[in-house]
């Protein structure tokens, strides 16, 4: 770590995060996390001193600012808005013990690239750090965002009509119905945890404890300390009896997040737990019965684990008498134009952001890309496009990069037969269009989907051939179109 604005030379290969903050303890932690991950920490204590940091030699090598949102002196908005006036294209990340949406709407204004709500976990940190630093990152409207907005917990919430979606979710709520460990497999992003917490909440034990254990975020050392507990002395460092997860789900249920992370000693363990229904504290000469239901996840398929000897086997089977596939959203692109419109409705609930239309231009834009980050990139370019969004609705321009990148890749959304839309209801400037001329789309295209047969033209639109007719003489359409 250094607090200094030295001059020395600084070798090209050494990444550089600035931390702007003035409390002692955190500037150590995250240091040395940061180390570890091999990073080099400068640390500024207020903002003045990030400022004239940002022209020395070693600032200028600088490849991301994380700032404390309670450093002294100039407000933290007005803060990131110098600091990227000065470097426009270094990414800045927001530590706030807020979770409040409000804070990130300013701060993302502003000109920071995400926000983290303290306390933050080393790996979520680091994984923060990565996305924005990454060349990948240079795309900055398709990037993740590290908060979620809050899911909700029914299957209701759960929006989508792809067949493999569908039935995903009739199979996720018979099971939950049950009492058996469940397994949900699915590439990040696809919406494993909000389908975990709904299956909860119609479970029998929704009155229960849920907890939910992200493996991939604890060092393997401590993974069986956190899911059996341990005892005092029972490694350097345990003072303390620490009770487990499984022991706290007593009765409940408890989620193994990243199931695929356990190391093969744990994955023993956890199979001699669940064949005995036994735990056993790390130390402990004692054991304890408990009445725990296994809800467990993984971005990779547990078959294709224990074929490649990844996986126990036997865990495997224990772990999954229900196993669930959700698809990703590549496979149901057919289900963008309902996400879009739902995730904007909670995004336009949001404190700092307002209700959005979206463009049948924009959801083709959308449409068309492969969403490596699944559901959850679809929220999160939303969520940045409602940020900066100034009319009231979202347009291809809204999604500049995203545009750029596709090109000419831009595939119609507009197949009826598809996606249900067949209609441009808004100008490009985002406006709605008049009614006179999307009734007259509307007509152009029965009489195209019935191949000019007015009498069901006019029966499925609702309305006598007579009527039918005089619209057409008033709205100047050809009946051969």
């Avoid at 050494?14 to 080099?40: F, K, N, Y």
């Avoid at 709500?117 to 923060?128: C, G, I, N, Q, T």
């Amino acid at each position: 770590m250094s607090e200094s604005h030295s001059l020395e030379p600084v070798e090209q290969d050494v990444r550089i995060v600035m931390l702007i903050d003035d409390e002692p303890a955190q500037t150590r932690l995250i240091s040395a996390i940061a180390a570890r991950d091999g990073w080099r920490t400068l640390v500024a204590g207020d903002p003045e001193t990030a400022i004239a940091m940002l022209g020395t030699r070693e600032g200028m090598q600088i490849s991301a600012i994380l700032l404390d949102h309670w450093v002294p002196g100039d407000d933290a908005c007005e803060l990131i808005a110098e600091l990227k006036s000065r470097r426009p294209a270094l990414p800045i990340l927001m530590l706030t013990t807020s979770a409040s949406p409000l804070l990130a709407v300013e701060a993302m204004r502003a000109g920071a690239s995400d926000y983290l709500v303290k306390p933050v976990s080393p790996e979520r940190l680091m994984d923060a750090l990565r996305a924005v630093t990454t060349r990948e990152a240079q795309r900055r409207e398709l990037a993740p965002l590290t908060e979620k907005m809050s899911a909700s917990l029914d299957f209701d919430a759960m929006i989508g009509t792809a067949p493999g979606f569908r039935a995903a979710l009739a199979q996720a709520a018979k099971a939950a119905r049950g009492h058996g460990h469940v397994a949900i497999e699915g590439a990040s992003g696809t919406g494993k945890e909000m389908l975990v917490r709904a299956m909860h909440s119609a479970s029998p034990r929704a009155r229960e404890a849920l907890r939910i254990v992200d493996l991939g975020a604890i060092p393997s050392a401590s993974v069986e300390s956190v899911l059996f507990g341990h005892e005092p002395g029972a490694f350097p460092g345990a003072f303390d009896r620490q009770i487990g997860a499984f022991q706290h789900c007593d009765n409940g249920t408890l989620v193994l997040d990243e199931i695929d992370r356990l190391s093969p000693v744990t994955q023993g363990r956890l199979a001699d737990a669940l064949t005995s229904g036994i735990i056993r504290p790390v130390g402990a000469t004692y054991g304890f019965r408990v009445d725990v239901r296994l809800f467990v996840t993984s971005n990779i398929s547990l078959s294709e684990l224990v074929a490649g000897g990844l996986f126990d086997e036997g865990l495997a089977e224990k772990l999954s008498p229900t196993r669930i596939r959700l698809p990703p959203l590549c496979e149901r692109t057919g289900d963008i134009p309902a996400l879009t419109r739902h995730f904007l409705a909670r995004i336009g609930e949001q404190p700092g952001l307002k209700h959005l239309s979206v463009t049948d231009s924009a959801l083709a834009l959308l449409a068309a890309y492969e969403w490596p980050g699944n559901v959850r990139q679809l929220q999160s370019v939303l969520f940045r496009a409602a940020v900066y969004c100034e009319g009231d609705a979202l347009t291809a321009e809204s999604f500049p990069e995203l545009s750029e990148m596709l090109g000419d890749q831009q595939a119609p959304l507009l197949g009826a037969q598809h996606e249900g839309v067949g209609i441009t209801l808004y100008t490009d400037d985002g406006n709605l269009r008049p009614l006179e001329e999307i009734e007259a789309d509307v007509i152009r295209l029965a009489i195209g989907h019935y191949r000019g047969r007015m009498t069901e033209v006019a029966r499925r639109l609702g309305i006598g051939r007579s009527t039918l007719y005089r619209k057409l003489s008033d709205l100047g359409i050809d009946s051969a179109a």
